[in-house]
């Protein structure tokens, strides 16, 4: 036998445990808890363990008997939710018809039907690590504890980073827009990426909208389109708007997120008040 063919030999066998060795580890990776579904009302899903490799995910998924859902070019598993279930790193958990409220890193999150969000880990850094929430379409309104001041939650879409404390928000995410509206407290809203950095912040009753950055040949192509006095209003778009009062049209919104799952809602009874005040007193 050749010394060609041993080392091919070798190369393969080598090859085949380090894969072997691979898939193991993969196997026993570790998976961080952050959070509990504590009420559910309707239909709700929770897709987990993706995986691109579609051979794979389905021998899995015959395992433990559950359907494969297709989503951003992964093959997920998908539990439907019935009781009480802990959520980890990575989950998505889509509401279809129903509502849920959980407790993500000690913190009371209210989410809307047909709304997709997951929850993810950030880096640990000494030892230690925190949660975001990432709505990928829908509604969602997250009540922050009071008492916990000095700890600052991270909520993002696509367009916008939201940086809460002490509060209680409503954040809407559809086609390529965010809309971000303080309940009570402040929220700091930031533009995800983009050419230029920039923050608002919300007090109670205010409300900001953001859309999604645009890409690089989006930009270019824009450039051929509009004059500079049109594209920079357009680009503005991708920058956290003014901070404005909450329109009846976003408040029948956040009604109908809250409705059924938070009862004697004293907070948005007294900002009702507080917008009705506000308009007649512009009208007059």
Not at 160 to 167: L, Y
Not at 210 to 217: L, S, V
Not at 256 to 266: A, L, V
Request: aromatic share 8%; proline share 3%.
């Amino acid at each position: 036998m050749s010394g060609k063919m041993l080392f091919s030999i070798y190369s393969l066998i080598l090859s085949c445990f380090i894969l072997t060795q691979s898939n193991s580890v993969m196997g026993k990776e570790k998976r961080y808890k952050l959070g509990k579904i504590v009420k559910i009302k309707g239909l709700v899903k929770v897709y987990r363990f993706p995986n691109p490799n579609f051979k794979e995910a389905e021998v899995e998924s015959k395992k433990k008997n559950v359907p494969l859902v297709l989503y951003e070019k992964q093959y997920w598993q998908a539990y439907e939710v019935k009781k009480r279930v802990n959520l980890y790193d990575k989950d998505m958990i889509v509401t279809g018809d129903g509502q849920i409220i959980a407790i993500i890193n000690r913190k009371k999150v209210t989410v809307s039907p047909f709304s997709y969000f997951s929850v993810n880990r950030t880096k640990a850094e000494g030892g230690k690590s925190d949660a975001f929430l990432t709505l990928v379409a829908g509604k969602v309104r997250a009540s922050i504890d009071k008492n916990k001041k000095n700890e600052t939650v991270s909520l993002r879409t696509k367009s916008a980073v939201m940086g809460v404390r002490g509060t209680d928000l409503f954040i809407s995410y559809s086609g390529n827009t965010t809309e971000v509206a303080t309940l009570e407290g402040l929220v700091d809203v930031t533009n995800h990426k983009g050419d230029k950095k920039s923050t608002v912040s919300l007090k109670q009753g205010q409300a900001s909208k953001i859309r999604d950055p645009y890409t690089e040949k989006e930009k270019e192509n824009m450039k051929k389109k509009y004059s500079p006095g049109e594209l920079k209003k357009l680009l503005a778009a991708a920058q956290p708007s003014k901070a404005k009062k909450i329109s009846p049209t976003l408040m029948k919104q956040i009604q109908s997120n809250s409705r059924g799952m938070i009862e004697d809602d004293h907070i948005l009874k007294n900002l009702e008040v507080l917008i009705r005040k506000d308009r007649i007193l512009e009208e007059k």
